[in-house]
C-alpha cells in the first residue's frame, strides 16, 4: 500500500512535517496555496532534505516543481504540461475526466467519504466500479477523502495503489500510528 501525506494548506510547520516525513509515509505533496514560489521553493528543499527517501510533489506550481527537481499536482484549471518534462499527478473528480488524463504518473479519486466542503462522496462501491472500467494504464491510482484505519481496506482493489491523506493523517498527535493502521487494514482485508 502507497500512502500519499499531502500538507493541510496551513503554512510551513517544521515539527509537524517532520513528523510526517517519519512516519512511513511513501510520498509527500506540498499544497500550500498561501506560500509564495520563494517559501514554497524552501519548504521543497526542506523536505527533500529531511526525508530524501519519500517521493516529493508541489501541489500547482510547476516553476517551483522544476527547481525542486520533484513531481507537480495539476489541479482542474492547471494549464497542460508539456509530456515527459516532469513527473505529473491530476485528481479525478468525475470518472469521465480519466481519458483526459493521459500522461500522469499518479491519479488521486476523490472525495471517497464524506469531506466538508468537497462535494458529493463516491463511496468504496461506486469507486470499485471506476476501477473496474479503468483501462490499464502506467500510473499509480490513489484514493482520497475522509479514508482512516477503519475503512481503509474496504477500499483494496487491484488498480488502486494506495491511499492519499490530508485530515487523517495531519489531525493526529503521532501519524505514523494512522500509516501503520492503514497498511494494517490494507494487508489484513
Given at each position: 500500500?502507497?500512502?500519499?501525506?499531502?500538507?493541510?494548506?496551513?503554512?510551513?510547520?517544521?515539527?509537524?512535517?517532520?513528523?510526517?516525513?517519519?512516519?512511513?509515509?511513501?510520498?509527500?505533496?506540498?499544497?500550500?496555496?498561501?506560500?509564495?514560489?520563494?517559501?514554497?521553493?524552501?519548504?521543497?528543499?526542506?523536505?527533500?532534505?529531511?526525508?530524501?527517501?519519500?517521493?516529493?510533489?508541489?501541489?500547482?506550481?510547476?516553476?517551483?516543481?522544476?527547481?525542486?527537481?520533484?513531481?507537480?499536482?495539476?489541479?482542474?484549471?492547471h494549464p497542460e504540461v508539456p509530456p515527459g518534462l516532469l513527473p505529473l499527478s491530476r485528481p479525478i473528480h468525475d470518472p469521465a475526466q480519466i481519458p483526459g488524463r493521459a500522461g500522469a504518473v499518479q491519479l488521486i479519486l476523490s472525495p471517497i467519504f464524506p469531506v466538508p466542503g468537497k462535494g458529493e462522496p463516491w463511496g468504496a462501491a461506486r469507486l470499485g466500479q471506476v476501477l473496474d472500467g479503468m483501462p490499464e494504464a502506467p500510473c499509480r491510482v490513489l484514493a482520497l477523502g475522509g479514508i482512516h484505519p477503519a475503512n481503509a481496506g474496504a477500499l483494496r482493489h487491484p488498480r488502486l495503489a494506495g491511499v492519499a491523506l490530508i485530515r487523517g493523517l495531519w489531525s493526529k498527535e503521532d501519524p505514523r500510528e494512522v500509516v501503520e493502521g492503514l497498511k494494517g487494514a490494507w494487508e489484513g482485508f
Open positions: 500500500m502507497f500512502v500519499l501525506a499531502i500538507s493541510p494548506g496551513e503554512g510551513f510547520d517544521a515539527p509537524r512535517w517532520s513528523r510526517v516525513l517519519a512516519s512511513g509515509v511513501d510520498a509527500f505533496m506540498i499544497r500550500e496555496p498561501r506560500l509564495e514560489a520563494a517559501g514554497l521553493l524552501r519548504a521543497a528543499r526542506w523536505a527533500r532534505d529531511r526525508a530524501p527517501g519519500v517521493e516529493l510533489w508541489v501541489n500547482g506550481r510547476l516553476d517551483v516543481a522544476l527547481a525542486a527537481g520533484c513531481g507537480l499536482h495539476a489541479g482542474e484549471a
